[in-house]
């Protein structure tokens, strides 16, 4: 015979019943906030871009003003709904591992090249820099998944940071991990704001008349990832200051590699001689 529940058990799982009703209602008016704002807005501007191209008075530098404006909103346009999908294989099981072996000093020239041009052409007083502790260090991962991971922290970077500094790269954690970080010198996160900036949907500020735009994906996409990668994300930020990202994934090599593994010891026994040394304390990032 079936037990029944008892009066306390169905009281907790009406309790459990009611949370999670109230979480999925908030998450639906932040994807609401959100979407309504992130689609509306690059549609507005390639509608707009589109009626004014029909004028045929234009000079050439106004038509090639307005193309402009139609190439960037369609692209934002896209790369939302890119996020979207993104999210939605990751919560419906179907995103996979395709790992290779990957240099990091490539990846890293890549990147530095792309916010570099982006932060000229934002015209932001900001100096990009990036650090790889070894220099010519291969090992296998995801090659697309992490630089999507590194791209979406150095989109944050870019676009909350108005001038400063924004370092990017790689360090030894042990020898059996890899740490890699994103640090900028922007307004900083409150430990509270903390709690909510890796949630779907959610931005610091949610209101239509936010400072920034976003559709709140880029963080909660970055956790999800690291974690198939192997690893874990982490914040460290102090307002007024700033905010490191740092994440670590999984060591992996040809067992073969000896040079590499000789390079590995080395340097994993110059960091525990100057972990200790105050001159050279401020190298430990985020470890």
């Known amino acids: 015979m079936e037990k029944r529940p008892t009066y306390k058990e169905l009281e907790r799982q009406l309790k459990d019943a009611l949370h999670r009703a109230q979480e999925a209602e908030e998450l639906k008016n932040a994807f609401l906030a959100n979407m309504s704002h992130e689609i509306r807005t690059p549609m507005n501007a390639i509608i707009g871009a589109s009626e004014l191209l029909r004028d045929q008075n234009l000079t050439v530098a106004e038509r090639n003003e307005f ?5 960037t909103s369609s692209r934002e346009l896209l790369e939302l709904f890119n996020r979207i999908i993104e999210l939605s294989e990751m919560e419906s099981g ?3 591992l395709n790992e290779a072996e990957l240099d990091l000093q490539i990846l890293f020239l890549k990147l530095y090249s792309k916010y570099e041009v982006r932060i000229k ?24 998944k992490l630089n999507k991971v590194l791209s979406h922290l150095l989109d944050n970077a870019v676009k909350y940071t108005t001038n400063g500094n924004i370092e990017f790269g790689c360090n030894l954690q042990d020898h059996n991990n890899l740490l890699f970080y ?15 900036i890796f949630q779907k949907f959610r931005q610091i500020d949610n209101s239509y008349t936010r400072e920034y735009s976003g559709a709140g994906l880029g963080l909660s996409l970055s956790k999800e990832t690291v974690k198939i990668l192997g690893g874990r994300l982490y914040i460290d930020s102090i307002p007024g200051e700033g905010s490191i990202f740092y994440f670590t994934l999984p060591l992996k090599y040809s067992e073969t590699n000896n040079t590499l593994k000789e390079k590995i010891e080395n340097t994993l026994k110059r960091s525990f001689i100057n972990k200790y040394s105050l001159e050279n304390l401020s190298k430990n990032i985020a470890i």
């Open 94 to 96: 179907q995103c996979k």
């Open 121 to 144: 052409e934002e015209k932001k007083n900001i100096t990009l820099s990036y650090t790889q502790q070894i220099p010519d260090i291969s090992f296998f991962t995801d090659s697309d």
């Open 67 to 71: 193309a402009n404006i139609l190439s």
């Open 182 to 196: 994103v640090k900028d010198t922007g307004p900083g996160i409150s430990i509270k704001e903390q709690e909510n």
